[in-house]
Nanobody
């Protein structure tokens, strides 16, 4: 089982930036790490994912061009750089590890506890 810990969330004004981190420990081998978010009253939605083998990335249309996912293999850490933040980006952000490079939460086996991102207008 992979143990994931997110950090870096906080309160920021619209147009600002935050950098989220996801540190993995335990059985750290996984095919892909993804970021998801969930706002109150809404379903968990895909944000971005990165494949460990080749760094291939995929983004949700809503964050494309504003968010960047990256990895540090030596530190088993994945980052999510979020720029030009909007109030609609407000949510609890989770990182997850899985064996399949997909956007579907069901296929990710390990999840962190989440970090809150709040964007004020």
């Amino acid at each position: 089982q992979v143990h994931l810990v997110e950090s870096g969330g906080g309160l920021v004004q619209a147009g600002g930036s935050l950098r989220l981190s996801c540190a993995a420990s335990g059985r750290t081998f996984s095919t892909v790490t993804g970021w998801f978010r969930q706002a109150p009253g809404k379903e968990r939605e895909f944000v971005a994912r990165i494949r460990w083998s080749d760094g291939n990335t995929l983004y949700a249309d809503s964050v494309k061009g504003r968010f960047t996912i990256s990895r540090d293999n030596a530190k088993n850490t994945v980052f999510l750089q979020m720029n030009s933040l909007k109030p609609e980006d407000t949510a609890l952000y989770y990182c997850a590890a899985g064996a399949v490079a997909t956007t579907i939460p069901h296929y990710y086996q390990s999840w962190g506890q989440g970090t809150q991102v709040t964007v004020s207008s």
